[in-house]
């Protein structure tokens, strides 16, 4: 018997190592790892040159408290503003400490403008910002508050449809004391739900005229998943804050917020904190997976090799119109809608060495390493075609 707490519902399979996109199970048998621990392992199982970065680190100091200076995370805090958006950045060791963090800014933003009263934030109902007590009011989900209220004021919700208007009311639902909308980008647990770039715009819009922040949750969609650093890149948006996580620490735990110089003013010393968050040891992976992900012809080739699977997956739909409603998503980070329940099918991919995650909405979620291989994902789509041809 597991002394492990049953929060999880765990498959009954385990793993000795891993390569690149591969798992090699205790039953001894190889799998195709299409899950890579929820887009983490953004550069595969066991990569070399993480590997390598991690031991040399391994060897000088892990931790050491930010009481200090540390050179590690000052050089990954100056890359990631230097390639993106923002000014200044602090990091955390998870994507919900991440989000609630972002949070944090924004309301100490208006704080530090003598408005502690805009202290609201506006969310999609049914997102996913994490785990901890106020994320889970801040998703609005029934699901994860259940039995664990008193509900964290704070939060307001607007509806996302696929109809028009994408956001109904949202005008109306921006109070006075409403301090900042926060979103994912694109919304992994919910179903791969892309916000497509016109209503990120929009957003964008509402938040000038209404002067107040935009949060886009990148911990998901981020660091190349979506074949640019930040899905919300092709849309020019410019965010005000955006917590990250998942990928940057290729497996390690790491989680950033990064932010414009206008609301990383209002964060004073000791306005925010971190025992492990921003260690050496693990600035030196975020160091490391950076190395890889801002090489040249990184990104290009996450697109181009995501563009082949998109297509071979749509053609899939066409020929199998009973068993896929959608194939959603961007980049690597895709979804597989079915007409039905998705667990009987994740099952069979799995009995076939294939290993997928379920998402909201009867999605299939298929999440390589950002460095798969072409033959790798051939062989997925011969996989996924002899689960469609077999299933009844
Ligand atoms: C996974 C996720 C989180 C929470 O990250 P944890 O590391 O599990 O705390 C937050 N936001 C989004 C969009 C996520 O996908």
Same mark, same amino acid.
């Given at each position: 018997?597991?002394?492990?707490?049953?929060?999880?519902?765990?498959?009954?399979?385990?793993?000795?190592?891993?390569?690149?996109?591969?798992?090699?199970?205790?039953?001894?048998?190889?799998?195709?790892?299409?899950?890579?621990?929820?887009?983490?392992?953004?550069?595969?199982?066991?990569?070399?040159?993480?590997?390598?970065?991690?031991?040399?680190?391994?060897?000088?100091?892990?931790?050491?408290?930010?009481?200090?200076?540390?050179?590690?995370?000052?050089?990954?805090?100056?890359?990631?503003?230097?390639?993106?958006?923002?000014?200044?950045?602090?990091?955390?060791?998870?994507?919900?400490?991440?989000?609630?963090?972002?949070?944090?800014?924004?309301?100490?933003?208006?704080?530090?403008?003598?408005?502690?009263?805009?202290?609201?934030?506006?969310?999609?109902?049914?997102?996913?910002?994490?785990?901890?007590?106020?994320?889970?009011?801040?998703?609005?989900?029934?699901?994860?508050?259940?039995?664990?209220?008193?509900?964290?004021?704070?939060?307001?919700?607007?509806?996302?449809? $696929?109809?028009?208007?994408? *956001?109904?009311?949202?005008?109306? =639902?921006? @109070? %006075?004391?409403?301090?900042? !909308?926060?979103? &994912?980008?694109?919304?992994?647990?919910?179903?791969?739900?892309?916000?497509?770039?016109?209503?990120?715009?929009?957003?964008?819009?509402?938040?000038?005229?209404?002067?107040?922040?935009?949060?886009?949750?990148?911990?998901?969609?981020?660091?190349?998943?979506?074949?640019?650093?930040?899905?919300?890149?092709?849309?020019?948006?410019?965010?005000?804050?955006?917590?990250?996580?998942?990928?940057?620490?290729?497996?390690?735990?790491?989680?950033?917020?990064?932010?414009?110089?206008?609301?990383?003013?209002?964060?004073?010393?000791?306005?925010?904190?971190?025992?492990?968050?921003?260690?050496?040891?693990?600035?030196?992976?975020?160091?490391?997976?950076?190395?890889?992900?801002?090489?040249?012809?990184?990104?290009?080739?996450?697109? $181009?090799?995501?563009?082949? *699977?998109?297509?071979?997956?749509? =053609?899939? @739909? %066409?020929?199998?119109?009973? !068993?896929?409603? &959608?194939?959603?998503?961007?980049?690597?980070?895709?979804?597989?809608?079915?007409?039905?329940?998705?667990?009987?099918?994740?099952?069979?991919?799995?009995?076939?060495?294939?290993?997928?995650?379920?998402?909201?909405?009867?999605?299939?979620?298929?999440?390589?390493?950002?460095?798969?291989?072409?033959?790798?994902?051939?062989?997925?789509?011969?996989?996924?075609?002899?689960?469609?041809?077999?299933?009844?």
């Amino acid at each position: 018997m597991s002394s492990l707490a049953k929060n999880y519902n765990r498959r009954k399979i385990a793993f000795k190592s891993g390569k690149g996109s591969f798992l090699y199970a205790t039953n001894g048998k190889k799998y195709l790892d299409f899950v890579q621990g929820i887009a983490v392992n953004s550069l595969g199982h066991s990569n070399p040159y993480l590997i390598k970065a991690i031991n040399k680190q391994a060897k000088k100091v892990w931790h050491v408290s930010n009481a200090f200076i540390i050179p590690e995370g000052e050089k990954l805090a100056k890359r990631l503003t230097q390639k993106t958006f923002a000014d200044f950045i602090f990091f955390q060791n998870s994507g919900t400490e991440a989000t609630e963090a972002a949070i944090k800014v924004a309301r100490r933003y208006f704080y530090s403008k003598g408005k502690p009263n805009k202290n609201r934030i506006l969310c999609i109902k049914n997102s996913f910002h994490g785990r901890t007590i106020a994320a889970i009011f801040a998703s609005g989900s029934k699901k994860m508050t259940e039995g664990f209220g008193p509900k964290v004021p704070g939060f307001d919700h607007i509806e996302f449809k $696929k109809s028009k208007p994408r *956001f109904p009311n949202i005008k109306r =639902k921006i @109070k %006075k004391n409403t301090a900042a !909308i926060m979103v &994912e980008t694109i919304m992994g647990e919910g179903g791969i739900k892309s916000i497509p770039d016109k209503c990120l715009k929009y957003l964008r819009k509402i938040c000038n005229e209404k002067k107040i922040l935009l949060i886009l949750d990148e911990v998901q969609c981020g660091i190349g998943r979506s074949g640019d650093f930040f899905a919300f890149e092709k849309s020019k948006v410019k965010p005000d804050i955006v917590p990250i996580a998942k990928g940057i620490g290729g497996g390690f735990p790491l989680g950033a917020v990064l932010m414009t110089k206008k609301v990383a003013k209002a964060m004073s010393p000791g306005s925010h904190g971190s025992t492990f968050g921003g260690n050496p040891l693990a600035m030196n992976v975020g160091n490391a997976v950076l190395d890889q992900i801002f090489k040249k012809g990184f990104l290009k080739n996450v697109r $181009k090799i995501s563009k082949y *699977f998109h297509i071979k997956l749509n =053609k899939l @739909k %066409k020929d199998y119109p009973n !068993i896929f409603k &959608e194939i959603r998503g961007k980049g690597l980070l895709i979804g597989m809608q079915l007409h039905f329940d998705q667990s009987k099918f994740i099952r069979s991919l799995e009995k076939n060495y294939l290993l997928t995650i379920r998402a909201s909405e009867n999605v299939i979620r298929i999440l390589p390493p950002l460095n798969v291989k072409k033959n790798e994902i051939d062989l997925a789509l011969k996989i996924i075609e002899k689960v469609c041809r077999e299933y009844k």
